[in-house]
């Protein structure tokens, strides 16, 4: 059996383990390079992730910063760590199944630390802790931030207005001063300035302290200091739009305000963490000749190509048989929606209102009246989903962004007794210049009806785990009203309990047992 003898000079920059390093770190790119691919496609078109180009090679400039020490050690394959490697993959699979992209791209990234640990050993490993755990920020993620951020300048703006003795009419993320209207959107949710926050301070704080306290403070005031700073600078900018009569502070400019005040915030939180700072050396144990050469015996090159074959076979077998899975659970048929109750005769619109979401294999928009009560209800049906054209989505709402004429005034869960049963459904406001309607919506799938996003992907999931298919419906109930909500609520409800069932054994006789 050849072997590889590593020099204490060389350890682990020995040109034959650096080969295999790289071919094992190359095959989760070549493997999920569809994955790959979606998480620069967001570096590209979203200003809050672009900083995600820099993380690997930060990643990389760290760990050449340590390589004093790993040169010094020998890499011994970690045969455990194929499970975790495994168990990424396994992780991907799910998400897949789901189409929950985050996820899919958080256990993409998460293969290369388990990869590193695999083919190098615990050791060497934790001697890059950081700089791998560093790679996980690559994935853009937030999203999911943006609504609560929301919420929170426009209560912070709000309350600082008042507090400042300016009278505001609110009405969800948007409210009127004297001088203008004023709405919070995603632009204005400060995840731009939280994101590069978080990620700034993780590095700083690695860099800066020793101490695991106070790593986690700094931590910790990077995620604080952002929120709370880009309430001051809402408020900021609508006083200056109020100051000026509406001319500074209403545009493009506003935006350039805000990038100027986030930097001066960044600028103050390093600064005040530098009295905080610590002496950071980096310490190199004393050792005799006999404890390096035992440091950096020779590793068989066998051993890490058997390592290497390991991990190929640990980061393969998941998308074979994920298009294992998708064959099977394929269903060419159309599904057919039936009419509803009689006593609901079938009318003109009353609106132009759609949900704004993906195609669906078939759809029903219908509206209907009795005793002049009018109602409307969308039911989209999904098969045989892909990536981005699913029924579980981010890019599904009820109202797109900057929609010219209707505006999402605000949303909430609700749970309503419809027949024998308890349903868990959202209730949407929405509003244009013809008037409010009130939105009733949620999901069915895998034979539940649910309103949770989360519940819903975790049943799609399941049911393609079992190969019953994919199939998921949308469904809205939606209707007009005056001043009060509780009138369209009376007549949906009323509706519900007359069509319910109809409605579930409709969307049972569809589904593939």
């Known amino acids: ?39 620069v496609a967001i570096w590209n078109s979203s200003e809050t992730f672009a900083h995600g180009y820099i993380i690997l090679p930060i990643s990389l400039w760290l760990i050449w910063k340590r390589r004093q020490v790993l040169s010094t050690l020998s890499p011994a394959p970690y045969w455990p760590g194929l499970l975790l490697i495994a168990a990424c993959g396994f992780g991907w699979l799910l998400a897949d199944l789901g189409d929950v ?3 899919r791209q958080y256990t993409f990234v998460a293969m290369l630390p388990a990869i590193v640990i695999s083919m190098l050993g615990l050791r060497i490993s934790w001697k890059m802790a950081f700089p791998l755990f560093f790679l996980l920020l690559a994935v853009p993620f937030g999203d999911v931030f943006i609504e609560p951020l929301i919420n929170f300048t426009a209560d912070f703006t709000v309350a600082a207005l008042q507090a400042t003795g300016i009278p505001v009419l609110r009405n969800g993320a ?10 919070v959107v995603e632009a204005c949710s400060g995840v731009r300035y939280l994101i590069s926050s978080i990620t700034l301070g993780f590095l700083y704080a690695y860099l800066t302290y020793v101490s695991r306290i106070r790593q986690l403070m700094f931590v910790l005031l990077s995620i604080i200091v952002p929120i709370i700073a880009n309430g001051m600078r809402a408020y900021m900018i609508v006083m200056i739009g109020h100051l000026s009569g509406m001319q500074l502070a209403v545009g493009v400019d506003h935006l350039i305000y805000g990038w100027l005040f986030f930097g001066l915030v960044m600028f103050l939180m390093f600064w005040i963490g530098s009295f905080w700072h610590e002496n950071k050396k980096e310490v190199l144990p004393v050792t005799t000749a006999n404890q390096e050469s035992e440091q950096v015996k020779a ?11 390991g991990v190929v076979i640990s980061l393969g077998i998941w998308p074979l048989y994920g298009n294992y ?34 195609p669906a294999k078939t759809e029903l928009y219908q509206f209907f009246s009795q005793d002049k009560q009018a109602l409307g209800i969308s039911v989209l049906y999904y098969r045989n989903q892909s990536r981005g054209a699913g029924l579980i989505s981010s890019s599904n709402k009820l109202v797109p962004e900057k929609d010219p004429v209707w505006f999402n005034v605000g949303s909430s869960v609700r749970q309503e007794t419809i027949g024998k049963q308890s349903l868990s459904l959202r209730e949407s406001r929405l509003q244009s210049a013809a008037g409010p309607l009130l939105v009733w919506h949620w999901y ?22 079992l190969m019953r298919g994919d199939d998921g419906a949308a469904l809205a109930v939606f209707a007009p009203y ?12 009323h509706f519900l309990d007359s069509n319910m069932t109809t409605l579930e054994k409709t969307l049972a006789a569809n589904k593939k047992q």
């Open 325 to 358: 899975l998708a064959r099977t659970s394929f269903n060419p048929a159309t599904p057919i929606l039936n009419s509803f109750h009689p006593d609901w005769q079938p009318t003109t619109a009353f609106t132009d209102w759609k949900p704004y979401f993906a």
């Open 1 to 39: 059996m050849s072997t590889l003898s590593v020099k204490s000079n060389a350890g682990l920059f020995n040109a034959s383990i650096v080969l295999i390093l790289i071919a094992a770190l190359l095959t989760p790119f070549l493997i999920y390079f569809g994955t790959a691919q979606s998480i």
């Open 101 to 103: 992209q985050v996820v």
């Open 299 to 309: 590793v068989p090159v066998s051993r890490l190509f058997i390592a290497l074959i």
């Open 482 to 493: 005056t001043a009060n909500p509780d009138e369209a609520r009376v007549v949906m409800r």
């Open 174 to 183: 948007s409210f009127e001063i004297p001088s203008g209207s004023w709405s």
């Open 444 to 465: 069915w799938v895998g034979g539940q009806f649910t309103s949770n996003d989360y519940l819903g992907k975790v049943l799609q999931t399941k049911e393609e785990i």
